[in-house]
């Protein structure tokens, strides 16, 4: 069955560096997502890919995060300098048209000290 | 905002009972959905829900979506020891990118 990629699965950093975390979605599918879960709290909505660009953000999605898809498969979140409340699992999520389902990944889990 | 209301916060429960948990919101969504997530791992999706009114099962899993389009219940029955974990209802708004805003979830925990 085919299913949303991430990779890694944990990530330590030191504050201030960069991180990015990268996902494969689901081959045919066209909208892509980011969320993240602090620990203990619910999934929150970070942004949303469509066509090639953001389609929509959060108020969490500020100027250091960016996302890119590359090539044809994968879809990158980057965070430019991290800060300790950075501190998550994201998960990366894909859909094949809207109004569908949306497939999770297993999730990064970033550690920032 | 648009936000969901998700509750019980927790229940605990005896295997074979039925359980049933509810999301509320003050805005319409245009479609529900609810997930379960295990410790360290990703929302799996259990039942999607389109149109007002739909009632949809899924083996022992059985979920409603409201007929004003601002509510869902999700029932379980004859619970088993594997049903524990963390479910989440979400709902894409109307107007969006066809995100997900998530509910605070219920942890069920089952006693064998």
């Known amino acids: 069955e085919p299913e949303v990629t991430q990779t890694p699965s944990h990530q330590v950093t030191q504050m201030g560096q960069e991180v990015i975390l990268r996902c494969v979605p689901i081959?045919?599918?066209?909208?892509f997502y980011w969320y993240r879960q602090i620990l203990g709290q619910k999934v929150e909505f970070l942004v949303s890919?469509?066509?090639?660009?953001?389609?929509?953000k959060s108020e969490i999605f500020d100027d250091q995060f960016s996302v890119e898809r590359p090539d044809g498969s994968n879809f990158t979140l980057k965070i430019r300098s991290t800060k300790l409340e950075d501190s998550a699992m994201y998960f990366c999520?894909?859909?094949?048209?809207?109004?569908?389902?949306?497939?999770f990944g297993q999730g990064t889990r970033l550690t920032v000290v | 905002g648009q936000q969901l209301n998700q509750s019980p916060q927790s229940m605990f429960i005896q295997e074979g009972e039925d359980v049933s948990m509810n999301c509320t919101s003050s805005?319409?969504?245009?479609?529900w959905l609810w997930y379960k997530q295990d410790p360290g791992e990703g929302p799996v999706l259990l039942i999607a829900?389109?149109?007002?009114?739909e009632l949809t099962s899924n083996g022992r899993l059985t979920a409603q979506f409201g007929i004003t389009r601002k509510d869902s219940f999700l029932n379980i029955s004859a619970s088993i020891p594997s049903d524990v974990g963390i479910y989440f209802c979400?709902?894409?708004?109307?107007?969006?990118?066809?995100?997900?805003?998530f509910g605070s979830g219920t942890r069920l925990l089952v006693r064998p």
């Open positions: 081959s045919n599918h066209l909208y």
């Open positions: 805005s319409i969504f245009n479609t």
């Open positions: 829900l389109y149109k007002a009114g």
């Open positions: 999520a894909s859909m094949n048209s809207g109004n569908t389902e949306a497939f």
């Open positions: 890919f469509y066509n090639n660009e953001i389609s929509e």
């Open positions: 979400a709902g894409q708004p109307m107007d969006s990118s066809y995100k997900l805003i």
